[in-house]
């Protein structure tokens, strides 16, 4: 009887989540990278740099998707990838978008909640395949990494690795959640300025 490979359930499941939840928003994939690379480097059951390669293409792959169904304008397939954004979301990303559009695709991937409203925008607003592509290779890839670290700090820290790999999921929602509070605090702050700016009674 031959030993069960780990490797051989674990990169087809990494691939194919972070794949699924860069289509539908339901899958923490970042917590999946951060665990892959945590397991990586605990029990060499996974090579590290195959992670880093699996969760850049997955993640590659599905906003290649993304961007495609907002370029071919399809009003059922913007409605079943836009559910769950708010208009007033979707409708900021797209008044930036036009000023800084590849920049935007990379904070949009780091970004909690913003990489969907990012990549509908570029797609309604005619942004060419040809820049959105490079942009949005750098953005994954960046993105791999800053997840992967994390899963790589959580095994440093411990040798168990399902201590580690819990570490690296917790580490990576607590991240999540704190750039997304910073987004908000933000957000609002803008939108203070820009009443104050205005003022009660002048006419925008």
């Known amino acids: 009887m031959t030993d069960f490979d780990p490797s051989a359930i674990g990169y087809p499941a990494l691939f194919g989540g ?19 690379a945590a397991i990586a480097v605990t029990t060499g059951h996974l090579s590290l740099p195959l992670v880093l390669l699996l969760s850049t293409l997955g993640a590659l792959l599905g906003d290649l998707a993304t961007f495609g169904v907002a370029k071919v304008g399809s009003a059922t397939a913007m409605r079943w ?33 913003g990489r969907i409203p990012v990549l509908l925008a570029a797609g309604t607003l005619g942004y060419p395949w040809r820049r959105l592509g490079p942009a949005a290779l750098v953005a994954c890839v960046v993105w791999a990494i800053a997840y992967a670290a994390l899963g790589v700090l959580s095994g440093g820290l411990f040798d168990n690795p399902v201590v580690a790999t819990l570490l690296a999921a ?31 009674g002048t006419p925008t």
């Open 18 to 36: 972070v794949l699924l939840g860069s289509l539908i928003p339901v899958i923490p994939t970042g917590a999946l990278v951060g665990a892959a």
């Open 170 to 200: 917790v580490l990576v929602l607590v991240v999540g959640a704190v750039v997304s509070l910073l987004s908000a605090w933000r957000r609002r702050r803008r939108l203070v300025r820009e009443h104050a700016a205005h003022g009660p």
């Open 81 to 113: 990838v836009a559910k769950g954004q708010s208009q007033e979301r979707l409708d900021a990303a797209r008044g930036q978008f036009a000023a800084r559009g590849g920049l935007l695709v990379v904070i949009g991937r780091l970004v909690p909640a």
